[in-house]
Nanobody, 128 residues
């Protein structure tokens, strides 16, 4: 069974850092983008960024560029979302999803309809 599992969600201080992991099983995703998305209460889910293991391609939405980094993890079929300098707009449920093989490296690559397998999400909370 093909599935994605996120982990690492936690309470983080403003300005702090947090690392989320997405582990895929049942299939190799090296040729496809793995996207990270988030959904805050009362808001629509939005794309955060993506990573393609085949060639290390990344793309980020403007609001997280320079603060978030997506890389391939040391474990096979793992993708890491490193969050730094966390701000009050960052708390949400974070999801990873398997996406397209062909990328334009623009926001259209983060349209949800391009992603067919989703994890269950992991909660990130920012301390007030």
């Amino acid at each position: 069974q093909v599935q994605l599992v996120e982990s690492g969600g936690d309470l983080v201080q403003p300005g702090g850092s947090l690392t989320l992991s997405c582990t895929a099983s049942g299939c190799s995703f090296a040729d496809y983008a793995i996207g990270w998305f988030r959904q805050a209460p009362g808001k629509e889910r939005e794309g955060v960024g993506l990573f393609r293991k085949l060639d290390g391609t990344t793309f980020y939405r403007e609001s997280v560029r320079g603060r978030f980094t997506i890389t391939g993890g040391n474990a096979k079929n793992t993708v890491i979302l490193q969050m730094t300098n966390v701000v009050p707009d960052d708390p949400a449920v974070y999801y990873c999803a398997k996406g397209p093989a062909v990328l334009k490296l623009e926001m259209s690559d983060l349209r949800e309809e391009l992603y067919d397998i989703w994890g269950q999400g992991t909660q990130v909370t920012v301390a007030s």
